[in-house]
T-cell receptor
Framework: EAGVVQSPRYKIIEKKQPVAFWCNPI?????LYWYRQNLGQGPELLIR????????DSQLPKDRFSAERLKGVDSTLKIQPAELGDSAVYLC?????????????FGPGTRLTVT | KQEVTQIPAALSVPEGENLVLNCSFT??????LQWFRQDPGKGLTSLLL?????REQTSGRLNASLDKSSGRSTLYIAASQPGDSATYLC???????????FGKGTSLLVTP
């Protein structure tokens, strides 16, 4: 069974440019998460989807970040415009159900460098 | 807000030693606790998941315990190997939300 797929794996952009990350969760997983991991830190949640609905986006900087999950499967996270402080690893995860008892599975991440 | 702390931040041991990584959390109202492994430049690999009703989980040379009332978990690695070198992250899924709250991790180096 395929795991969580993310692309691109690496991205280098200049500040003020837009960037987008794509995630394909494990088949059948209804819940999808986007986390951001800064260097030397643990990941922090940006947004959580249950099917197509964004049910927790309280930590998403909405002035420049946006996300969508069309048809409740793949998801895209966008930053526009990017700032130097956005340099981090962006991780996508998915789980089978909406309750906290389900294990979360992570993708390999996208490493973003903003110059 | 749930705070997760991992001690030590870094650890270096010779091959073959048994070792313990520690994790503490401030709010005992949790669904579960997960231990992850992260290799440099890679994503997170789930090692063990302990539900709030459980006391421990084992997988091969790994054993994780959970004491919810005291807000503590330990990850025990038996007979360490150089391939165990990685960063180990503890994450708590709190009753107040469904996202994981992570510690900063313990960076483990096992020397031959």
């Amino acid at each position: 069974e395929a795991g969580v797929v993310q692309s691109p794996r690496y991205k280098i952009i200049e500040k003020k440019q837009p960037v987008a990350f794509w995630c394909n969760p494990i088949s059948g997983h209804n819940t999808l998460y986007w986390y951001r991991q800064n260097l030397g830190q643990g990941p922090e949640l940006l947004i959580r989807y249950e099917n197509e609905e964004a049910v927790d986006d309280s930590q998403l900087p909405k002035d420049r970040f946006s996300a969508e999950r069309l048809k409740g499967v793949d998801s895209t996270l966008k930053i526009q415009p990017a700032e130097l402080g956005d340099s981090a690893v962006y991780l996508c995860a998915s789980s089978l159900g909406v309750q906290g008892k389900y294990e979360q599975y992570f993708g390999p991440g996208t490493r973003l460098t903003v110059t | 807000k749930q705070e997760v702390t991992q001690i030590p931040a870094a650890l270096s041991v010779p091959e073959g030693e048994n070792l313990v990584l520690n994790c503490s959390f401030t709010d005992s109202a949790i669904y579960n606790l997960q231990w992850f492994r992260q290799d440099p430049g890679k994503g997170l690999t789930s090692l063990l998941l302990i539900q709030s009703s459980q006391r421990e989980q084992t997988s091969g040379r790994l054993n994780a315990s959970l004491d919810k009332s005291s807000g503590r978990s330990t990850l025990y690695i038996a007979a360490s190997q150089p391939g165990d070198s990685a960063t180990y992250l503890c994450a708590v899924n709190s009753n107040s939300g469904y996202a994981l709250n992570f510690g900063k991790g313990t960076s483990l180096l096992v020397t031959p």
